[in-house]
């Protein structure tokens, strides 16, 4: 008998469309009315996706996008929070701490 083997969870990234392996895309979720960033994708609460690339991280908060945000978080979300979101995602990965925790 063959050994089974593991299918791993994909994701669409709202950034760009495509669809990945979860575990190559960084996790956005809105927690208490808040958009944050699940370092370790094991936070409570609906997800969204988006690639590690910069067309994805840099279209993350215009106008196009901001109906994508909501209806992927099943939440209202301003331009004021994806910008701070982007913010914090640059500075995570700058520092190397996605996945982390």
């Known amino acids: 008998m063959k050994a089974q083997q593991k299918i791993e969870p994909q994701r669409t990234c709202l950034g760009c469309g495509r669809k990945q392996v979860k575990r190559k895309l960084l ?11 699940d370092r370790q994708q094991n ?7 988006l690639c590690l690339n910069d ?4 279209s993350l908060e215009t106008k196009k996008k901001l109906k994508l945000w909501q209806r992927a ?23 190397g701490k996605y996945g982390q925790g």
């Open 27 to 37: 996790r956005i979720i809105c927690l208490d009315g808040k958009i944050r960033l």
């Open 43 to 49: 936070l409570p609460g609906r997800g969204a996706y």
């Open 55 to 58: 067309p994805c991280l840099f």
């Open 73 to 95: 978080l099943k939440h209202p979300v301003s331009q004021l929070q994806l910008l701070n979101l982007r913010k914090e995602i640059e500075q995570t990965l700058l520092r």
